[in-house]
């Protein structure tokens, strides 16, 4: 069964926090996404890799980077986290074989 | 950014009522997909409907697709309460390396 694991599904974090989200998939895929969603606002892109060690910027990378050292790894990053950082992140992986695969989702609060 | 743009935004039915949700998006496309997701969780993948296709079936959905409106719907025929859900849909073109965006979905409640 194909897989797409967020380490954490709830995480409280302080203001001012470094904050690292981790997604990990078996599929071998290359294509890997971080999404965030606010109710109202829907899923939106915050970054996406095509390969180990390229990245790309969706629609709202600002407070965030994104490392991926290893193809099944795809690590967001809040480097200082903010209160208007609390929301739903999902991480996604995509391949002309399996598709679409999301994982169930880290829900982030800052305090 | 290609969205996908799904109307309405909130549907309530009863059990055994058919549910249609509709998608519009603006540009050309290689296919579409349909996506659930039920409360706090990640989304599952429903159907894939491509371009040159017009009509999918998949158990109780039905997914149509007209490329000259840029329009799809989703049906849900003889709904359940489990099908209470949020709804997305999300136009994929390849070369831009599988990015989908998506619109706010549906929310859809089925009452039993």
């Known amino acids: 069964d194909v897989k797409v694991t967020q380490s954490s599904r709830y995480l409280v974090k302080r203001t001012g926090e470094k904050v690292f989200l981790e997604c990990v998939q078996d599929?071998?895929?290359?294509?890997m996404f971080w999404y965030r969603q606010d109710p109202g606002l829907g899923l939106r892109l915050i970054y996406f890799?095509?390969?180990?060690?390229?990245?790309e910027k969706g629609d709202i990378p600002e407070g965030y980077s994104v490392s991926r050292e290893k193809k099944e790894r795809f690590s967001l990053i809040l480097e200082s986290a903010s209160t208007n950082q609390t929301s739903m992140y999902l991480c996604a992986s995509w391949g002309h074989l399996h598709g679409y695969t999301f994982g169930s989702g880290t829900r982030l609060t800052v305090v | 950014s290609q969205q996908g743009e799904e109307d309405p935004q909130a549907l309530s039915i009863q059990e055994g009522e058919n549910a249609t949700m509709n998608c519009s998006y603006k540009t050309s496309i290689n296919n579409l997909q349909w996506y659930r997701q039920n409360s706090g969780r990640g989304l599952v993948h429903l159907i894939l409907i491509r371009s040159n296709e017009r009509e999918k079936h998949s158990g109780r959905l039905r997914v149509t697709l007209d490329t000259s409106k840029k329009s799809s719907s989703l049906l849900i025929t003889a709904s359940r309460a489990a099908d209470t859900a949020s709804y997305f849909c999300a136009p994929l073109i390849y070369n831009q390396g599988g990015k989908l965006i998506f619109g706010q979905g549906t929310e859809l409640s089925v009452k039993p």
């Open positions: 890799s095509y390969d180990v060690k390229m990245k």
């Open positions: 599929m071998d895929h290359e294509n």
